[in-house]
């Protein structure tokens, strides 16, 4: 069974850091492109970060530039979300999604979700 899982999520502190993780069961993660999406309440999903499968190319969206970083651990199968800095409007459910395809999709695979809120 093709399975994406998060995990990392939690209520953190503005200004705080969070550590996201998507493990991949099923299939091998290195030959896709890993993007990392969010959705906050009454919004529309965004897409936050992705990395390309055949250099590691990193993408990420404005409001998260300088303050998150993907990356990929092979050996484990994982691609991470390192969060730093966090802000309230960063509060969302974040998806990691797995695309055969370029960065720009689409995506073949997602995860379940793990929600990340962003309060003191």
């Known amino acids: 069974q093709l399975q994406l899982v998060e995990s990392g999520g939690g209520l953190v502190q503005p200004g705080g850091s969070l550590r996201l993780s998507c493990a991949a069961s099923?299939?091998?993660?290195?030959?896709?492109?890993i993007g990392w999406f969010r959705q906050a309440p009454g919004k529309e999903r965004e897409g936050v970060s992705c990395i390309s499968s055949s250099d590691n190319s990193t993408y990420y969206a404005n409001s998260v530039k300088g303050r998150f970083t993907i990356s990929r651990d092979n050996a484990k199968n994982t691609v991470y979300l390192q969060m730093n800095s966090l802000k309230p409007e960063d509060t969302a459910v974040y998806y990691c999604?797995?695309?055969?395809?370029?960065?720009?999709?689409?995506?073949?695979?997602w995860g379940q979700g793990t929600q990340v809120t962003v309060s003191s």
């Open positions: 999604a797995a695309g055969a395809a370029g960065v720009a999709g689409p995506y073949d695979y």
């Open positions: 099923g299939f091998t993660l290195d030959s896709y492109v």
